[in-house]
């Protein structure tokens, strides 16, 4: 479906303005540490908007079942998980560390769901 490669398009996009915005915007405005963190942020949602690109690809060759869901896992988790990452880096609110686990479980489960759907086919 086209529409995974438009999301992940644009979650590609938004990774590198976050990413600019991190290394010229807070540089000097937020500690060592939580410009790692925003990092991180940037960096797993560029790494799952080119699985979401992937999948857009596999899902227009392909009928592998569960690539849709895949697809789905993967945006929810860069919600989840980088979404809260940056909101932690700029904010200092640690209880929001307690919701990227989800994101990251997210993530597991769309690259388990990408397997599934592959083996299947």
Request: charged share 5%; proline share 2%; aromatic share 10%.
């Amino acid at each position: 479906m086209k529409m995974f490669i438009i999301f992940g398009a644009v979650n590609a996009l938004i990774s590198v303005a976050l990413g600019a915005f991190g290394a010229h915007g807070l540089e000097g405005k937020i500690s060592e540490h939580y410009m790692g963190v925003w990092e991180k942020a940037v960096q797993y949602q560029m790494y799952h908007a080119l699985g979401m690109i992937a999948l857009g690809i596999l899902m227009q060759v392909t009928d592998a079942p569960l690539l849709g869901a895949a697809g789905w896992l993967m945006l929810l988790g860069i919600i989840f998980f980088s979404g809260s990452l940056y909101i932690l880096a700029v904010s200092g609110v640690s209880i929001l560390g307690a919701i990227t686990p989800i994101g990251g479980v997210l993530f597991l489960a769309g690259w388990v769901c990408l397997i599934i759907g592959i083996v299947k086919l």
